[in-house]
């Protein structure tokens, strides 16, 4: 039996017998329930006889004709609930205890024979009035009623008995309940959690994530606009410098800043996925140091701004190429740095990264160190749920759910005498292979731009020009068919959202034309449902915009290379 069945059927068992507890339990409930709304009817209806006993003995004495008339309605409804208390169902006695038959049919009071005389004696007056009757009825209501008192008493002790035993039985299926759930965390949850543990610690983690996501959904919304004009802000004062002082080393910080931005975008997109549950670590090659340069860089001029110093040192040892969600990392650090800041009024902002190796993992050791009010969870937790329009309200919460899908740690430590030092440690894996790397003039393809935004082609085509020998723009799947069947080319560059026929169409007509062509889906759609959808019908890789010219180069001369189509200058 496979380990889904195996969860399954024990699961389905402990619900099964927790559903036969708790059906037992509303069952014997309910019946309980419905004996005490008995009783209390009962105790109302002895109660009654007191007062008709008393009506009757009035009413009795009267001479008029409508008190005639009370007095029998008395008489009756005094019957009618003798005849009730004392109603019997296959010879026993339905409301009556042992210590009510006893007062109701034994010595000494036999008030079952007490109430019937009375009812003779009350009868006999309605029909024949006569004084001495008056009197015997006035004596005989008087020797009842304290029967009738200590009748309501028994009955008040029956129900209160009946009580205790419903709270007894209360704390019995409380006890069953408690014992049923220790029999199936020893011998149903705690085994199957013995064997799923690895795989149940994955679910915890993505569970989180969408939960946090969730939680946080509104609010990040309403905040994003205003976490986006951070690296706007650092694009707009960079090119302003730029525009003053001809520096271009201020275009770098441009560029930085512009990959900040696209890792906000990113994140956007990222933040959607997980409040549908889709947590997908993705691995991709990158240069670490650029990675870590564009998430921090970006928040210099924010610390700035606030007259806080800012240092970025970076190892040489992050000079290497390596494998990992570069773009969650990078959100990684923004989200560390861009916290610091916000919490620091004064003092500093310190920024380290290394690359270290720990029982021969490689790691990205990156620390952030402020000279802020110090870590108070407290104060983070009224952060998170303020108005401020102070980050995108992810919060460290999810920043730890994140690492733990990617398999690194976060720690914090309280600096003296103020600030916090954070510590994000993340595994990484080291390109070791020192595949040469192909030139941009290793490369000139004939290439099919499929792109319905007229801007976003001419920035494509300007990016292809260093590979390309010709690219050919078309507007829509529909032409890029056309164009396709009377012109060759090596490779195809399809967006997927696009009028008259979108990328998905194109993209499956095109591989029925050529079953060999390499088709590079270039699109902003991220949902991973359409990115399966397009490989299922014959894609062989993507991309996503904004696009790096150095990624779509090597991606493109890697495409071409792997289907035998790289063609020398």
């Known amino acids: 039996m496979s380990l889904i069945n195996k969860v399954k059927n024990r699961y389905t068992g402990a619900l099964l017998a927790m559903a036969i507890l708790l059906s037992m339990a509303m069952g014997v409930m309910q019946y309980l329930l419905y004996q005490q709304s008995q009783d209390a009817r009962v105790i109302?209806?002895?109660?009654?006889?007191?007062?008709?006993?008393?009506?009757?003995?009035?009413?009795?004495?009267?001479?008029?004709?409508?008190?005639?008339?009370?007095?029998?309605?008395?008489?009756?409804?005094?019957?009618?609930?003798?005849?009730?208390?004392?109603?019997?169902?296959?010879?026993?006695?339905?409301?009556?205890?042992e210590a009510l038959e006893v007062f109701y049919y034994q010595g000494p009071v036999q008030l079952d024979v007490q109430s019937k005389a009375f009812i003779t004696l009350a009868r006999s007056q309605l029909q024949q009035p006569a004084p001495q009757l008056v009197a015997q009825i006035f004596i005989a209501s008087q020797h009842l009623l304290p029967n009738l008192d200590e009748a309501v008493s028994l009955f008040e002790q029956h129900a209160r008995s009946k009580t205790e035993m419903v709270r007894k039985i209360e704390l019995l299926i409380w006890l069953l309940g408690l014992l049923l759930l220790f029999i199936?965390?020893?011998?149903?949850?705690?085994?199957?959690?013995?064997?799923?543990?690895?795989?149940?610690?994955?679910?915890e983690?993505?569970?989180?994530?969408?939960?946090?996501?969730?939680?946080?959904?509104?609010?990040?919304?309403?905040?994003?606009?205003?976490?986006?004009?951070?690296?706007?802000?650092?694009?707009?004062?960079y090119l302003d410098e730029y525009l003053h002082n001809k520096d271009t080393q201020q275009l770098q910080h441009v560029k930085s800043?512009?990959?900040?931005?696209?890792?906000?975008?990113?994140?956007?997109?990222?933040f959607n996925n997980l409040s549908e549950q889709e947590v997908v670590i993705e691995r991709h090659q990158v240069a670490l140091r650029e990675v870590i340069k564009s998430a921090g860089?970006?928040?210099?001029?924010?610390?700035?701004?606030?007259?806080?110093?800012?240092?970025?040192?970076?190892?040489?040892?992050?000079?290497?190429?390596?494998?990992?969600?570069?773009k969650r990392v990078g959100w990684l650090i923004s989200e560390l740095v861009n916290n610091a800041i916000k919490f620091t009024e004064c003092g500093s902002i310190q920024v380290f990264a290394d690359l270290v190796v720990d029982e021969n993992t490689p790691y990205l050791e990156f620390v952030v160190e402020d000279t802020g009010p110090g870590f108070d969870y407290q104060q983070l937790r009224e952060a998170v749920h303020s108005e401020h329009f102070q980050g995108t309200q992810l919060g460290l919460k999810r920043c730890q759910l994140l690492i733990s899908a990617l398999g690194g740690r976060l720690d914090f430590i309280a600096?003296?005498?103020?600030?916090?030092?954070?510590?994000?440690?993340v595994p990484i894996e080291?390109?070791?292979?020192?595949?040469?790397?192909?030139?941009?003039?290793?490369?000139?393809?004939?290439?099919?731009?499929?792109?319905?935004?007229?801007?976003?082609?001419?920035?494509?085509?300007?990016?292809?020009?260093?590979?390309?020998?010709?690219?050919?723009?078309?507007?829509?799947?529909?032409?890029?068919?056309?164009v396709y069947e009377v012109g060759k080319f090596d490779i195809v560059?399809?967006?997927?959202?696009?009028?008259?026929?979108?990328?998905?169409?194109?993209?499956?007509?095109?591989?029925?034309?050529?079953?060999?062509?390499?088709?590079?889906v270039v699109t902003a759609n991220t949902n991973a449902e359409d990115l399966d959808k397009v490989y299922a019908l014959g894609a062989t890789a993507h991309l996503y915009k904004p696009l790096q010219p150095d990624v779509l180069h090597s991606k493109v001369a890697l495409l071409l290379n792997e289907c035998g189509d790289l063609i020398s200058s």
């Open 297 to 326: 860089i970006a928040f210099q001029l924010t610390a700035h701004k606030k007259s806080l110093a800012f240092n970025l040192a970076l190892s040489n040892e992050l000079d290497v190429t390596c494998y990992c969600d570069g």
């Open 430 to 482: 080291i390109d070791n292979q020192q595949v040469p790397t192909l030139t941009m003039e290793q490369v000139s393809a004939r290439i099919l731009l499929v792109e319905d935004n007229l801007l976003n082609a001419r920035v494509i085509e300007k990016m292809l020009q260093p590979i390309a020998k010709l690219v050919t723009h078309v507007e829509h799947g529909g032409y890029a068919l056309e």
């Open 493 to 520: 560059l399809m967006d997927l959202n696009m009028p008259v026929m979108d990328g998905f169409e194109a993209t499956q007509r095109l591989r029925a034309l050529d079953a060999t062509v390499p088709i590079l």
């Open 44 to 97: 109302n209806i002895a109660g009654m006889q007191r007062m008709l006993s008393q009506r009757i003995a009035l009413f009795s004495a009267q001479e008029d004709k409508r008190d005639s008339e009370a007095l029998r309605q008395a008489i009756d409804k005094f019957e009618s609930n003798h005849d009730f208390l004392t109603k019997t169902e296959r010879g026993e006695t339905i409301y009556l205890n």
């Open 184 to 203: 199936e965390a020893k011998f149903i949850f705690h085994p199957m959690a013995r064997e799923i543990a690895e795989a149940l610690d994955k679910l």
């Open 257 to 270: 800043a512009a990959n900040q931005l696209d890792n906000l975008l990113y994140s956007v997109q990222d």
């Open 415 to 425: 600096r003296e005498p103020t600030g916090t030092r954070a510590t994000l440690r």
């Open 205 to 237: 983690a993505a569970r989180k994530l969408a939960d946090d996501a969730l939680h946080s959904k509104s609010r990040f919304l309403a905040r994003v606009s205003h976490e986006l004009r951070t690296p706007l802000q650092a694009i707009q004062g």
